[in-house]
Each structure stands twice: as structure tokens, then as C-alpha cells.
């Protein structure tokens, strides 16, 4: 028989002071169980809150800097090309009818080295006409931008990071060379507001012409219209331009960084669904543990006289409470993860747009987060008892149910959450093969079809155990199996947090290595027509040209090398696209990679891109412009419009807006430059890949700024970039294993404690401790196992459809592989790490004298 608490005089009206002293009775007589409730939510809430700040820092903090950059700004003159276009045409521009501000930049990607490290930067040449944009970045460098005159601007975040100071020098590795320039000035927040924390470097306009090796070139043009002239100086920029030149909106970067992040941010906003449903179910699955308890609290409050209104008034303000603090310590916690393992930027972006290194969290998503923990909160603990409160229930219906009170879960509510996921995995079966891109939704309603699947299956494993349990000669089986009976309602809340973490860690982690076997394939076959590579710093995409000299005779007359061929390449903007332009010599071994091929013939399309005329495209460019194996379209070039032909279709290549390939000839035609972006060099036979590698050294022994790698290093290089952006998957689908084993270990560890008083009534039957422990870990075992064999199942599916739209929706490489051990190791992970954790406190726990039970 349950005793009934004693909670003072029987109130009408419940002021504030009453829940007050209601929350503080509770808290006093269940610390632990509250502190359990209240970790599971903040685990849940981190989790939420981390991701969802992650996925969109990277284009918010780039939109900042654009806007810092542009200021007023409303339209720019762009160049197609990092060798920009002459600075003649940018006083053109100014002169134009209509124009208030004409500022030119040059942009140019280089790296710096100071005394404490190196970092990838975009160097920034600007005018003092800059100055009248107004835009943060630049408004404050002071009348003709003096501050900076005869070197760098260097953002507060890039000096710290290489130890530079004001007045020392640095060295700029750009086009090649090496450079020492002196720090003019280390600028922080104030001077150049959101670029303080960006991987850039501001000098004036001659400064960067001259280190870059582009006099009197610019990249873009920066324009202020008067008041309604925007259309007239539109048209006046086209007639400009002449074809050869970009007419774009000021901010128009900022659209086509969204356009290259997208498949990338598609793919992270699936995983991110998947990952922030299943942190809301952890939070709500956490507060489902402390249900029993609540229950038995609410019957005692209505023996005492209590109304349903003010009941539920209390639990609410209860969970409210628990909600808000713990949702406030996990938003803290998610911060932390947002700053540290979630925001990775990959370099492949950082070398094509300007990001910011520092995370942006919009108070809206604050405020989400919270929300979500105290409705997880409510959603949890609130209907249980308001099923209790129906009319006609006895007002001591809980107390006196079989098992412990509270506990018990009706049959209609188990077939109930079983049809329930039954259907739900039918509908999302056929929602993403009649529409992919609803995966993302897909994912999702997969969280809740586990949730929904673990009563059905947790009911029918205890029902099946029973019958086989009895079997069993001096086996503590039996009272595992009616002890998991007892505590329904806490073991499937359980059950559901391990399946929820399976589910999530197999479905992100299986598609992300997918995602990594595609681009390791597509790697291998893009890089593997050189023994050496020779290219500038950084130069990731093999995009950034050099002024060549007579860089290939000296290594071809090195000892060792048998040729050295020119590569060529660039980033160009083609409506919202950057795409990759890939110029391959004509007498490389391959031109297109076998694996990434999707339409065409793979012999007969490398014999016509070798003629010239023809390329192969990306999928997504095929279907953007409806192109077929044969037709015809152009590119826009620094020289005008290109006429090609499709001789092949491909994925994307790793490179989210696509890729195009050509021959260098064709390239060096239309972009009009001799210079390389690379230089491939074979070696004779019986060299070896580090022989050819210092000879290639020697012989560039006055080019410091170029960089030589053997094939090897290249590809662990091109691989390091590539997982880069993939690298929160393996971090969520890590977290998510690591918040269920912490939550399980700590809630199984804490309900073992609390049922000391239990374990003592079955020792009084005749149970020694020995037996008592080898039932706590079966019980901890079944549960364990019920959870991973649902969350497996469902992962394996989610996985697979993950996969799916990866390929179908993004372009990306994917090769699909169950992963039968990355699976095994998990499963065997979550179910030992916690039952390790456990055996502890259960030692402790079983050896409980008989006599506890007594107790008062």
C-alpha cells in the first residue's frame, strides 16, 4: 500500500507562493530524479540548438562581410576571370551617367605567414573611394584609407592567429611568390565591424596589384547609382562590358554562395532534421522517466483534496520550470558545440567566398530551442495525467495498479503507437519515392516511427521472454522479465532513448561514409595523371593561376622527370552558379573520371575534348540549361561567349554548383592566358615519388611560394578539404551515441539506487546479491538490445534513403554500403559502455540489507 505524503493544508486558490512551495517539496525528495530529468533535456536541447546554429552560420556570417564589403552598394561591374580586367574600364564606369560612386578592389586568394602559424586568406586591395560605401568594413580606415598605406590591414583574428603585430613584417605567398610586407595596423570589430573575425587581409589597391602580379587590374566594381537610376546605369554597365564582363546586383555573391553551399547545406539540413527531432525526443524521453512519479504525485494531491485545474496548474508550472532552466543550460551547452566541433567552415569555401570564422546565432533560434525543451517538457509529463483526471476514474486508480505505481502502460496505447508506426513508415516509404526531395521530411517522421514502433516491441519481446524464462534452471530471467514489466512506462522511455541514438548515428553516419567512399573514388581517378604536382599555395580547387616563366623547362631538365604539362583552371560565375572550369592537357592519360561518368561514352567523349569544342558537364548544369549528350551551348568567358558541345555528363565531382572540363587549348583561347594553375609532372620509371619531389624543388629553388607535392600528398590534401564538410556528420552521429550512452548509464545507475528499498523486499524473499545484479544487468541488457535492434533496423532504412536523395538532389558522389561493422561496433558500444557503467552502482544497490525494507 502506498503511504500518502503529508503536503500541508488542503488550499482552494493556489497562489504563487503554493507552487513554489509545492516545486521546492518536490525538489527536496527528488533531486536526483529532477537533475536526471532536467540533464536529459539539456542533452536533447544542446544537441537541437548546436546544429540548427551550425547549418546556418556559414552564409550568415559571409552575408555580413558581403554587406560590410559593399555597403551602399546596389550594383558591380564583375570581372570573369582572377586576373581581373583593366582599371581603365572601372574610371569608365564612374563616368558613367548616373553614377554617384565607382569603387574598384582586387581580390586575390594567398596565404600569410607570421611568427605563430599560416592561414588561407583573401587579400583585399581598396581604394579610398571605398570609403564613401560607407560599408563597416572599410568607413572607419580612415581619409584615404592612410591607416593601411604601403602594407596590410590585418582583422584582429587573422593577426592572433599567425602572431602578428603592428609594424612587424609578415610574408604573402601570392602568384607564386613570396613577398614580405609590413603590418600597417591590426583592426578590430570597431574599425571593420564582422571582417575582424575573417580570414582577409585590406591593403590599398596598388599594394595588392603589385604582390599579385596584376598591374592595373581589378576584380570588381562596386557601384552607387543616384536615386532611381538603377535600370539606366544597368543598361549603361551591359554596353560596358561588352559581353566580357558580369552585370550583377552588390550582393550578388551572397546568392551564389547560397547556390554552391546548397547541396552541402541540403545535405546537412537532412542530417540536422534527423539530429534536432531526435534532440527533442531525447528531451521529451528524458521527462517520460520521471512520469511514474508524477503520476503517483497527482493521485496523492487528489486524495488531499485537490481539484483537476489545480493539479494540472501545478505539473504544468513544474515542467514549465524544469523546461526553461534546463532548456537555457542546453541552449549554453549547444553554443559551446556551435563555436567548437559543429562550425568547421570548409576551405573549399573559404578559398571561393569570404566567411567569417565566428558563429551567428539569431535570437530567433534561441528562443526555438527553449520552446522546444519546455514543450518537450509539457508534451512528456503533462498527458499522462490528464488521462489520470478523466471523469470516472477513481481518484486512487494509479496506487493501486498491478507492477509499480505509475508504471503501467494500457494495450490500447501499445497497439495504438504500433499501428501508428506501421503506417507512418508506409507513408514515408511512398513520400520519398513519388517526391525525393521530401527525404528531408521523410527523416524526420523516420525519429518519430521509432518512437512509435519501441512499446509495440518492447511489450512483445517481455511477452515472448516470459514463457522461455521459466525454462530456465537458476536463471534470474524470470524476475528480469517481471521487474521490465513492473516499470513499463520508465523502461520503454529508456528503450526509446537508446533506439533514437542508433537510429540517428547509423543514418548520418552510413550516409556520410558513402558520401567520403564517392569523393575518395573521384579523388583518386582527378589527380592520379601526375607522379608531382606543382601548384600555389592552398590552391585546393587548382583554380588560382601563376605566372609559369621558365618554371617548366628548368624541371623538365631535372633529373628524373620524363614531362611536365600545363594545367589550367578557374571559378566562374554563371547565373547563381560558381562552377568549376577544369582545362586538362590534351595528352593527360584521362581527362574525365571514370566513376563520376552518368551519360556518354567514356572513350568516344575524352577523343572530343581532346580536339576542342567540346566539355563535360555536371548533371545539375545539364538539367538547369535541359542539355543532352551532342547539344550545344556557351559559357561566358573573359573573352565572350564560348560555343561548346556536350560530350559527356557527369556528377558533380565533389564541386556542389558542378564542373565543366575542357582542354587547355580551349582555355587558354577564350580565357585569353598562357599561365598555369598547375603543373603536372611525370617521372621516369624506377624514380620515386619523393626523388621526383626534391628534384621538382630543386629546380623551383627560386619560386618559394609555389608548392610541390607527390601524388600521395596531393590526394591526402584534396581528401582532408573534401571531409571537411562532412566532418559535423561524423561529429553528430558521434554526439548522438555518446548523449545515449551518458543518459542511459546515469538514468539506469540513478533507478537502481533509487530501488534500494525494492531490492531489499526481494532479498527478504530469499534473493541473494549475487542473483539481484545479474537481474539489474539482464533488465539493463533486454532493454539495451530491444533499443538497438529497432533503432538499427530504422537506421538502415534512413540511411538508405539518405543515400537516395544525396545522389539524386545534390549531385554529390555517393557509393551506398550497408557498413556492417560500423554498425556492429556501435550496437556493441551502446549496449556494453552502459552496462559497465551500471554494474557499479548495482553492486552497490543488490547489497542492500534485507531489513531497508522496513524502513520508514
Not at 526481494?762 to 545484479?773: E, H, P, R, V
Amino acid at each position: 500500500m502506498t503511504r500518502r505524503r503529508r503536503l500541508g493544508p488542503t488550499i482552494v486558490g493556489l497562489r504563487p507562493s503554493t507552487l513554489i512551495f509545492l516545486y521546492g517539496w518536490r525538489l527536496t525528495r527528488h533531486t536526483i530524479q529532477e537533475l536526471l530529468a532536467g540533464l536529459g533535456i539539456a542533452i536533447g536541447v544542446a544537441l537541437f540548438f548546436g546544429v540548427l546554429v551550425a547549418s546556418t552560420s556559414i552564409t550568415s556570417s559571409a552575408g555580413q562581410i558581403i554587406h560590410a564589403v559593399t555597403g551602399s552598394a546596389r550594383l558591380q561591374l564583375v570581372a570573369r576571370s582572377s586576373e581581373g580586367f583593366d582599371e581603365r574600364l572601372a574610371r569608365r564606369a564612374g563616368q558613367l551617367p548616373g553614377v554617384r560612386v565607382a569603387a574598384p578592389i582586387l581580390r586575390a586568394n594567398a596565404a600569410i605567414i607570421g611568427p605563430a602559424g599560416r592561414e588561407s586568406i583573401q587579400l583585399i586591395g581598396v581604394t579610398p573611394r571605398q570609403i564613401a560605401l560607407k560599408g563597416t568594413a572599410t568607413r572607419n580606415l580612415g581619409a584615404g584609407s592612410l591607416l593601411i598605406a604601403g602594407g596590410l590591414g590585418l582583422p584582429s583574428g587573422v593577426a592572433s592567429q599567425i602572431g602578428a603585430q603592428a609594424g612587424e613584417k609578415v610574408t604573402v605567398l601570392i602568384n607564386g611568390n613570396a613577398d614580405m610586407v609590413p603590418v600597417r595596423a591590426v583592426l578590430g570589430s570597431q574599425t571593420v565591424g564582422a571582417l575582424a573575425d575573417s580570414p582577409i587581409a585590406v591593403a590599398l589597391l596598388p599594394v595588392v596589384q603589385r604582390l599579385s602580379g596584376n598591374a592595373r587590374r581589378v576584380t570588381e566594381v562596386y557601384i552607387v547609382p543616384a536615386p532611381g537610376a538603377d535600370r539606366r546605369v544597368e543598361a549603361e554597365l551591359r554596353r560596358l562590358a561588352a559581353g566580357r564582363l558580369n552585370v550583377e546586383p552588390a550582393e550578388h555573391e551572397l546568392t551564389v554562395l547560397k547556390a554552391t553551399a546548397a547541396p552541402t547545406s541540403q545535405s546537412t539540413t537532412l542530417f540536422a532534421a534527423i539530429s534536432t527531432m531526435i534532440g527533442f525526443l531525447l528531451a521529451l524521453n528524458a521527462m517520460l522517466l520521471t512520469v511514474p512519479e508524477r503520476r503517483r504525485f497527482a493521485a496523492d494531491l487528489r486524495t488531499q483534496g485537490y481539484t483537476p485545474r489545480q493539479i494540472i496548474l501545478i505539473l504544468a508550472s513544474q515542467a514549465t520550470l524544469l523546461g526553461t532552466v534546463a532548456s537555457c543550460v542546453g541552449v549554453a551547452m549547444g553554443d559551446v558545440l556551435s563555436r567548437t566541433l559543429f562550425h568547421q567552415v570548409p576551405s573549399y569555401l573559404t578559398l571561393a567566398f569570404p566567411i567569417g570564422t565566428r558563429p551567428v546565432i539569431p535570437v530567433v533560434l534561441v528562443l526555438l530551442a527553449i520552446g522546444c525543451g519546455v514543450l518537450a517538457t509539457l508534451l512528456a509529463s503533462l498527458p499522462p495525467i490528464l488521462l489520470d483526471l478523466r471523469p470516472g476514474r477513481p481518484v486512487d486508480a494509479v496506487l493501486h495498479e498491478t507492477g509499480e505505481a505509475g508504471q503501467r502502460v494500457g494495450r490500447l496505447a501499445v497497439l495504438g503507437s504500433g499501428v501508428a508506426g506501421a503506417l507512418l513508415l508506409v507513408a514515408i516509404t511512398t513520400l520519398v519515392l513519388v517526391i525525393p526531395r521530401l527525404t528531408v521530411i521523410g527523416g524526420v517522421l523516420l525519429a518519430f516511427t521509432v518512437i512509435c514502433l519501441i512499446p509495440f516491441v518492447f511489450v512483445a519481446t517481455v511477452r515472448a521472454l516470459s514463457p522461455a524464462s521459466e525454462s530456465l534452471r537458476r536463471s534470474m530471467l524470470p524476475l528480469a522479465v517481471l521487474e521490465l514489466d513492473a516499470t513499463a512506462t520508465r523502461s520503454i522511455a529508456l528503450t526509446c532513448v537508446t533506439a533514437l541514438a542508433i537510429y540517428g548515428a547509423i543514418a548520418v553516419g552510413g550516409a556520410r561514409t558513402d558520401l567520403v567512399r564517392g569523393l575518395d573514388h573521384a579523388i583518386v581517378e582527378y589527380l592520379d595523371t601526375a607522379d608531382v604536382w606543382v601548384t600555389t599555395s592552398d590552391n585546393f580547387l587548382t583554380s588560382e593561376s601563376f605566372t609559369a616563366g621558365r618554371a617548366p623547362s628548368e624541371i623538365l631538365n631535372a633529373p628524373g622527370i620524363a614531362s611536365v604539362r600545363t594545367y589550367q583552371g578557374a571559378l566562374l560565375d554563371v547565373g547563381a552558379r560558381r562552377l568549376w572550369i577544369r582545362a586538362r592537357p590534351a595528352s593527360d592519360r584521362t581527362l574525365i573520371q571514370a566513376s563520376q561518368l552518368l551519360k556518354g561514352n567514356l572513350t568516344r567523349a575524352t577523343s572530343l575534348i581532346r580536339k576542342g569544342g567540346w566539355a563535360a558537364i555536371s548533371n545539375g548544369i545539364a538539367e538547369e540549361r535541359h542539355l543532352h549528350i551532342g547539344e550545344a551551348f556557351t559559357l561566358p568567358t573573359p573573352s565572350g561567349a564560348m560555343p561548346l558541345r556536350v560530350a559527356a555528363i557527369t556528377n558533380n565531382v565533389g564541386w556542389p554548383p558542378g564542373a565543366i572540363t575542357i582542354n587547355t587549348s580551349d582555355y587558354s583561347h577564350y580565357w585569353q592566358t598562357v599561365n598555369p594553375t598547375a603543373l603536372e609532372v611525370n617521372l621516369k620509371p624506377g624514380v620515386s615519388p619523393l626523388a621526383g619531389k626534391h628534384a621538382v624543388e630543386h629546380a623551383l629553388g627560386r619560386r618559394p611560394g609555389l608548392l610541390v607535392q607527390t601524388y600521395g600528398e596531393r590526394k591526402a590534401r584534396y581528401q582532408e578539404s573534401a571531409r571537411q564538410g562532412l566532418k559535423s556528420l561524423n561529429q553528430i552521429s558521434t554526439l548522438l551515441v555518446l548523449a545515449a550512452i551518458l543518459a542511459i548509464a546515469f538514468a539506469l545507475s540513478t533507478i537502481i539506487w533509487q530501488r534500494r528499498e525494492h531490492l531489499a523486499s526481494l532479498k527478504a524473499q530469499g534473493y541473494d546479491s549475487s542473483q539481484l545484479l545479474r537481474a539489474l544487468l539482464l533488465e539493463g541488457t533486454i532493454l539495451l538490445s530491444i533499443g538497438c535492434l529497432d533503432g538499427a533496423v530504422l537506421g538502415v532504412y534512413g540511411h538508405v534513403l539518405a543515400s537516395r536523395w544525396l545522389k539524386l538532389t545534390t549531385g554529390f558522389p555517393t557509393a551506398f554500403s550497408v557498413g556492417g561493422s560500423q554498425i556492429l561496433l556501435t550496437l556493441v558500444i551502446v549496449i556494453g559502455v552502459p552496462l559497465a557503467v551500471i554494474a557499479l552502482p548495482g553492486l552497490a544497490a543488490a547489497r542492500v540489507p534485507p531489513g531497508a525494507s522496513f524502513q520508514e
